[in-house]
């Protein structure tokens, strides 16, 4: 006989769904959860289609991981604390080797940032995977993308690129050393979203925006969304061992500047403000708008899903 | 050029986001919303694919307000008060035609429900649409599932069967007068969440469900976690005109009692209370576990996915 869509999600996620803010997880109609009297909600939502965001021969447990880590980096991009999260999961059959080790993956992601799994619902068909995250914001106080002011610095954290690289080597279009291939696959299927610096940056960024579709793309946004011009130089960008170890700079900057799936943030602050550490400043916001990074970069590279 | 997935959500859905309780709508990393201090957040997820839960000719304008009524109606069955959804898209490809209609649909949707749309995310692959609905809850007061007591009475709303009916005019297995199948359509197509009769169950019902996967499978729910057994009575079944005019009498309460998707809500009141306007007596709960309605029924019919 066939799993039911009930004993499934309950096999495999319903001792991940109690956290802080959760009254009732998964079970009823609905999840019920509470914010403290002075905070707001923020919310998310993210997909993942097999071929398109991740490769058809991922393993399931990172592909669980990765899919949780992408829609929470969303709420590390607003300054919130994660509350709970709800996992829409579309799959061609009740494949019970794959859900379970799927379901590792994401029991090792509610573990990591703390966020409970409130709620599901599993259908038949092609493998998608939606997350939807929850999360509390201070009442007055939120990371927006519209803040940045002519003067302010730019600054990325961590290093960026890894994750397109990771991607380039899956295809063969090179072959690094094996430590520098494991440490490219690992920033690619287990991203780690920036939580504790999203927060760290609440009433102190001008701007922020997480890096899920290249810096150029991402930056992009801030510079519309603020009404600025955001100069980027490349010879600043934060590159990993691995990556400036590639034999062409060119195309180790190349990624930096347009690989998307880093899950990196990149924020605005005034001029004189100290960044966190583990931050890199890269440029800085001028009157004008665009993104200008002094080079002739083929943007197609850069994530576009149509 | 290809359009972006930016591009697509700003053009069809960026007006839908305002609401009273938004205070952040879609163009951000997160939208952000407030709960009145004494109210909890109600949350919910449902997927709906093509081939799987409506047929691949539907209308892209049913399609869109019908998943959208599809997880509004587990708002409904909690008692809660919408305020807020997101909208995660996945498309064969950008097509402009396809996406103006399903966006009218969605639109119609949230004007039903006054439930702005305030995120979404769109991504190339196999048609699927999950939509997350949010929505507030008094802190003290919620209609789940597991209250129901021996002597309660069992209620639905409205009528059963109409969307199995509708599903089976399509197939071909029956052909209604045309009044009747454009009723029976118009059931599958664009149910309507029972928002207002959740709310004022709150605080009287014992228990409630959504009948999303037929009658007693739903009935099923609500007597595992309550504790009971549930004896519903076929000759009590609430059928619309449209289907009582079938010729099988039985295959009529087959509908009723193990069609899914007519999104009514089938709920317990303590004996002695009186049912809101448009509820039907169809039962009640003793002590054991499990449903029975005295018919040798192939649970079969009833709707799982896999």
Chains 1, 2 share one sequence.
């Not at 109690?18 to 009297?37: F, N, P, T, Y």
């Not at 994660?82 to 019970?96: C, F, N, Q, V, W």
Request: some cysteine.
């Amino acid at each position: 006989m066939p799993l039911s869509e009930f004993t499934l999600i309950y096999r495999y996620f319903s001792a991940l769904g109690r956290g802080e803010a959760v009254d009732l997880s998964v079970g009823d109609d609905c999840a019920i959860l509470h914010l403290d009297a002075t905070e707001r909600l923020a919310t998310s939502v993210d997909t993942m289609v097999e071929g398109v965001h991740f490769p058809a021969d991922s393993f399931p447990e990172d592909i669980g991981f990765r899919a949780v880590s992408a829609a929470v980096s969303d709420l590390a991009a607003m300054g919130a604390r994660p509350i709970g999260m709800t996992l829409a999961l579309t799959l061609p059959e009740a494949d019970e080797l794959w859900l379970h080790a799927f379901s590792q993956g994401v029991a090792a992601a509610v573990a990591e940032y703390r966020l409970p799994l409130v709620g599901g619902d599993t259908t038949r068909g092609p493998l998608t995977i939606t997350v939807q995250v929850l999360g509390a914001l201070p009442a007055t106080q939120a990371l927006l993308r519209g803040g940045a002011a002519p003067g302010d610095e730019l600054y990325v954290s961590g290093t960026l690129g890894d994750a397109a690289a990771a991607l380039a080597f899956l295809a063969g279009d090179w072959r690094p050393p094996p430590d520098h291939a494991e440490y490219l696959l690992d920033r690619f299927n287990r991203p780690r979203a920036r939580i504790a610096l999203g927060r760290e940056l609440l009433g102190r960024a001008s701007a922020a925006i997480d890096i899920s579709d290249g810096l150029l793309a991402d930056a992009g946004h801030v510079a519309a969304a603020s009404g600025v011009k955001l100069l980027i130089e490349p010879a600043l960008l934060p590159l990993s061992p691995a990556l400036a170890a590639h034999p062409s700079r060119q195309q180790a900057i190349q990624w930096a500047l347009t690989g998307g799936d880093d899950y990196e943030l990149c924020f605005s602050l005034p001029a004189g403000e100290t960044a966190p550490a583990g931050c890199t400043r890269i440029g800085r916001a001028i009157a004008g708008s665009g993104v200008d990074c002094g080079l002739d970069v083929d943007m197609a590279a850069g994530y576009q899903h149509f």
